[in-house]
């Protein structure tokens, strides 16, 4: 499974080939441009060779229509490039949270979906993450401070999971991690490893100290037949026995 999957819906996919169809067709032009201008050169110079008359109104409107069209042609691919990226960034305000940078509640949906089959489900890992001083740091401190701290964790939430699955903002306070073949050694080796980073963080004291609540969910004891049930039993453990990161 790739990460970029929130880059593979049915309308990027359709507009990579009309992007592609463009791209040969301004080849096409340009070389068929280049084409004209030689033959026009050429036969402009065969013109003044067999006769001593200026040239006439045939070649002038030649020149014209070639100038106008290489023109049309350099302003295609300013415009091409101007709209790639304008594409770039409407993907990532589509797909990504605009806070964090990590992938959005669509994203989210996306990623647990593809986890739904028999290759991936067997062995699944879900964790869900909170900031549990959040709220206080909201109430206390500023929503200013709180985004701040929304920013360090899922960066360090980000960094550590790229070794080890699969990372989302699912809203608000609320971070899905999933990871394939995952078992006890996996998800602690995560754990302990994310724990340390969360440490050396609050050590520098650089704003409020980072807080985190947690559950876990090993579909190798869970044995649940969807997707849907895992997501629901973490929901389930977050609120009824959550766990600290030490």
Request: proline share 2%; aromatic share 12%; with cysteine.
């Amino acid at each position: 499974m790739k990460p970029e999957f929130y880059n593979t819906s049915k309308r990027a996919n359709v507009y990579n080939s009309i992007f592609i169809y463009k791209i040969i067709s301004l080849i096409v032009a340009v070389v068929l441009a280049v084409t004209l201008a030689v033959l026009f050169i050429r036969d402009k110079a065969l013109y003044k060779e067999f006769t001593d008359s200026h040239p006439t109104a045939f070649f002038i409107v030649v020149a014209i229509f070639l100038a106008v069209y290489i023109l049309s042609i350099v302003i295609d691919f300013f415009i091409l490039h101007h709209t790639v990226s304008i594409r770039r960034r409407l993907n990532n305000l589509a797909f990504l949270d605009h806070l964090t940078g990590l992938p959005n509640r669509y994203s989210c949906d996306l990623l647990i979906e593809s986890f739904n089959d028999e290759e991936h489900l067997p062995d699944t890992g879900f964790f869900l993450m909170q900031i549990s001083n959040l709220g206080n740091i909201n109430v206390n401190e500023g929503h200013k401070n709180g985004n701040y701290l929304i920013s360090e964790f899922s960066s360090i939430l980000e960094d550590v999971a790229e070794a080890y699955g699969y990372v989302g903002r699912n809203g608000g306070n609320e971070f899905i991690v999933l990871l394939e073949d995952c078992d006890h050694d996996k998800a602690d080796r995560f754990l302990s490893e994310l724990s340390k980073r969360i440490r050396g963080y609050n050590d520098l004291n650089v704003g409020a100290p980072l807080e985190v609540r947690y559950s876990k969910v090993l579909n190798k004891e869970a044995n649940k037949e969807k997707i849907s049930e895992i997501i629901s039993l973490g929901y389930q453990k977050i609120r009824e026995m959550p766990l600290a990161l030490s």
